[in-house]
């Protein structure tokens, strides 16, 4: 009896293992030896390109400021949507592709994929993407887990909902209380190489109250930093992925 319960407890060890093991990408020591293990996976596309790129919208409060200095600066980015803020205001989500740009998944709650089951996982994919496509009439290319935590149920379904999975290279740190635009262009800049994705964040449903208010300031001079290293920015769909 002892050997047959080490054994089940030995196979549930290993399936547990299976389901996690991609969120080891998500340690941030790692991120760079995931960014050479798995580039395209990572956000490494063509050396003249920076992929811009912004999770949890859309807000209604928020999201339509990031689309007007958009426009302002002729360029384009993508929008990983949450199903639930979209469900709030499927009419934005129209607009954000009406205005060009290309939308994306990050799930329809935004919560980790670890702590959900295969089928849980699937059924919030699932979800998040039918009301994309309900809402913009276009079927989302990318997908990026929450927490850039993914799991092997994660990256199975969305495969299979024809997304490709994506993280990024640099991150701004904007959902932090306390972030300024200094303190974002600084982050994103400290390790933004030709190739890169940047993450940034367009609401501040899962970050700290208004911390989008320093995103929106530090997006101007990222767009000049790009511009003078030569560097094109626009959605990932252009990243040469």
């Known amino acids: 009896m002892n050997r047959v319960v080490k054994t089940a407890a030995g196979i549930a060890g290993g399936l547990a293992l299976a389901h996690a093991a991609p969120a080891l990408t998500s340690i941030q020591p790692l ?63 129209k607009e954000i592709v009406a205005a060009g740009h290309e ?24 979800r998040a993407r039918d009301l994309v496509v309900e809402a913009t009439g276009v ?22 909902l024809g997304m490709t999975p994506i993280l990024w290279t640099s991150w701004g740190a904007d959902w932090r209380a306390g972030a300024t635009g200094t303190s974002v262009y600084q982050t994103v800049t400290r390790n933004l190489r030709g190739g890169g994705t940047i993450l940034l964040h367009d609401s501040d449903c899962t970050s700290a109250p208004a911390s989008w208010t320093a995103t929106l300031a530090a997006l101007p001079r990222l767009l000049d930093h790009c511009e003078e290293q030569g560097w094109s920015v626009g959605p990932v769909g252009e990243h040469g992925i």
């Open 31 to 93: 991120e760079p030896l995931r960014t050479k293990l798995f580039p395209q996976y990572g956000g490494q596309g063509a050396e003249n390109h920076i992929a811009l790129s912004f999770d949890d919208g859309p807000d209604p409060i928020s999201t339509p400021r990031f689309l007007r200095l958009l426009e302002k600066r002729e360029v384009k980015a993508t929008f990983f949507l949450l199903g639930f803020m979209l469900e709030r205001d499927p009419g934005l989500g």
């Open 103 to 126: 939308i994306a998944v990050h799930g329809y709650l935004h919560r980790p994929m670890v702590v959900r089951t295969p089928r849980a996982t699937r059924d919030d994919l699932t």
């Open 139 to 160: 079927a989302p290319r990318w997908y990026r887990p929450p927490y850039g935590i993914a799991t092997t149920a994660a990256l199975t379904s969305a495969r299979s």
